[in-house]
């Protein structure tokens, strides 16, 4: 068995959702990853509960119509694909407000009559939400694993060096900064240093175990990598 078969995505794409160890592995994923939709659907001009209903409903019909079943087991990256069905059903929601101004009957919770129609969701530019997606997807991935790096840090009785170090996880920290908490923590400036290093290289590999949750292969790892470090330039290079 290797890594990858034993990932929440992959066990998602084994079974089709129809073992409960796969149902709970998809509800999972969408929990986890629910802030980039709702940080894409606000990008696409919806506000407050609107947004908010419009979230909601994508993952229960993500989850209940089995969009995954769709999903192809060679092009395996959770990221790319609930994008993808995001897109497509908001263009559907859409749709069905325009049947339901016409008396078609349809329903959609509390969609925002501000937002915008299937026509301008083909024809705005849609980078910006796209990047919008993409910056709040890598933060929630970046504030997993700080997360877990906290946990490890409190186990190991050293909460206090973790909160007086993470600053400098995630932004290179500078001559005075280090000189500052070295006097705080009455370490010698290396020792801080070196104590800075191994958390770095910590929060790498509980980053990479982070996103090995929503690939089902080697080369889907390298490039969700390749573009969270775009996106969060410099915080796990």
């Not at 087991?73 to 995001?86: D, I, K, S, V």
């Amino acid at each position: 068995m290797t890594r990858f078969d034993s990932t929440q995505w992959s066990l998602v794409l084994r079974a089709r959702g129809s073992s409960p160890d796969a149902r709970s592995a998809l509800d999972n994923l969408c929990r986890a990853y629910r802030p980039p939709v709702l940080a894409y659907i606000r990008g696409r001009g919806y506000n407050g509960d609107a947004a908010e209903d419009l979230a909601q409903t994508f993952f229960t019909r993500f989850l209940e119509d089995a969009y995954h079943a769709t999903a192809d087991p060679t092009r395996g990256r959770f990221r790319a694909f609930l994008l993808t069905a995001l897109k497509r059903f908001l263009i559907n929601a859409e749709a069905e407000v325009r049947t339901l101004k016409r008396g078609g009957g349809a329903r959609i919770h509390r969609l925002d009559d501000s937002g915008l129609n299937a026509d301008q969701i083909a024809s705005t530019d849609s980078l910006s939400p796209e990047r919008e997606f993409e910056r709040t997807w890598a933060m929630t991935v970046l504030n997993a694993a700080l997360r877990r790096l906290r946990a490890e840090a409190d186990g190991a009785g050293k909460g206090k060096l973790f909160e007086q170090l993470r600053e400098f996880l995630t932004e290179p920290p500078d001559e005075e900064d280090y000189a500052r908490v070295a006097a705080a923590l009455g370490l010698r400036r290396n020792t801080l240093a070196v104590a800075v290093h191994r958390l770095r290289h910590r929060l790498q590999e509980l980053v990479r175990e982070e996103l090995l949750q929503t690939t089902a292969a080697r080369e889907d790892l390298d490039a969700e990598l390749r573009e969270l470090r775009a996106t969060l330039a410099g915080v796990v290079d």
